[in-house]
T-cell receptor
Framework: QQQVKQSPQSLIVQKGGIPIINCAYE??????FPWYQQFPGKGPALLIA?????SEKKEGRFTISFNKSAKQFSLHIMDSQPGDSATYFC????????????FGKGTMLLVSP | NAGVTQTPKFRVLKTGQSMTLLCAQD?????MYWYRQDPGMGLRLIHY???????AKGEVPDGYNVSRLKKQNFLLGLESAAPSQTSVYFC????????????FGPGTRLTVL
């Protein structure tokens, strides 16, 4: 049972392009939506996160757009750079109780020079 | 601070052998997690712990056991390794809510022949 669906599985963009990664969730009780970034040979690290009381959050070149009614959220990377090449995971959880993160399957992004 | 450390970094086992993976964190986090990462499957939660002496099953617990005897350590055991357990294993820790940042270790690459 996959509660968070992520697409695309892989993505290649040129430097300066705007890659967009999409996620959809099923559980309406989710109220926290983080994105993790993973470089080859490393563990994932939190990149940016959003809660459903806002529709957009920006941190530097990274933006999360959130559509509560559609149960979808997406990551946009403005002016992408080769150093952004990594695997990106969306996730979802609930603040209440002993909630754990449910991860999407990941998107491997390659930004070509 | 070292953050989250994992021992060993690499290991090769033969089918039927046993081993223990050690995770240690120095951030005084209550919650700890074990994930496995397989190509195209994302991060899947094996077991987690919400405090010293407590453990719970995640999405894919079969074939694994865990123990949290000390707050800073979380052990993952494979009693009788199988080729299907070939994977990269990540440990993570967080403060005690479902919405706090999870800090990941560098991973252990396990191959079962």
């Amino acid at each position: 049972q996959q509660q968070v669906k992520q697409s695309p599985q892989s993505l290649i963009v040129q430097k300066g392009g705007i890659p967009i990664i999409n996620c959809a969730y099923e559980n309406t009780a989710f109220d926290y939506f983080p994105w993790y970034q993973q470089f080859p040979g490393k563990g994932p690290a939190l990149l940016i996160a959003i809660r459903p009381d806002v529709s957009e959050k920006k941190e530097g070149r990274f933006t999360i757009s959130f559509n509560k009614s559609a149960k979808q959220f997406s990551l946009h990377i403005m002016d992408s750079q080769p150093g952004d090449s990594a695997t990106y995971f969306c996730a979802a959880s609930m603040e209440s109780g002993y909630s754990t993160l449910t991860f999407g399957k990941g998107t491997m992004l390659l930004v070509s020079p | 601070n070292a953050g989250v450390t994992q021992t060993p970094k690499f290991r090769v086992l033969k089918t039927g052998q046993s081993m223990t993976l050690l995770c240690a964190q120095d951030m005084n986090h209550e919650y700890m997690y074990w994930y496995r990462q397989d190509p195209g499957m994302g991060l899947r939660l094996i077991h987690y712990s919400v405090g010293e002496g407590t453990t719970a099953k995640g999405e894919v617990p079969d074939g694994y056991n865990v123990s949290r005897l000390k707050k800073q350590n979380f052990l993952l055991g494979l009693e009788s390794a199988a080729p299907s357990q070939t994977s990269v294993y990540f440990c993570a820790s967080s403060r005690p809510t479902g919405t706090d940042t999870q800090y990941f270790g560098p991973g252990t690459r396990l191959t079962v022949l």
